[in-house]
């Protein structure tokens, strides 16, 4: 059965930081893209970070600079540091993996989720 399980959300004020976790079982986590997308109320999920399993890391505009995506294959669990967190980061995080090496940046190309995590940002 694969389980990622997502950890590390809450609140925090703006220009704080916050790291999030996902362990994963069940999946061969070192052959697998793994990534970060997030999800606004109301709104689809949009990509934050992926990591193909060769290590290169993409990341999508609103986040460059400002949160660091890794993996830890030994571990089977990817991690997401923010740093200098804003308002508009406010969403429900999720990580996700994909039974590849290489990564794309479309939700609909992955297929294993975790349950998402809440990250609150107050000003």
């Known amino acids: 059965q694969v389980q990622l399980v997502e950890s590390g959300g809450g609140s925090v004020q703006a220009g704080g930081s916050l790291t999030l976790s996902c362990a994963t079982s069940g999946v061969t986590f070192a052959t697998h893209c793994v990534a970060w997308f997030r999800q606004f109320p109301g709104k689809e999920r949009e990509g934050v970070a992926t990591?193909?399993?060769?290590?290169?890391?993409t990341y999508f505009d609103s986040t460059k600079g400002r949160f660091t995506a890794s993996r830890d294959n030994a571990k089977n669990t990817l991690y997401l540091e923010m740093d200098s967190l804003k308002p508009e980061d406010t969403a429900v995080y999720f990580c996700a993996a994909r039974p590849s090496t290489r990564c794309t940046g479309s939700p609909a190309t992955f297929h294993y989720w975790g349950q998402g995590t809440q990250v609150t940002v107050s000003s």
């Open positions: 990591i193909a399993s060769f290590g290169s890391t």
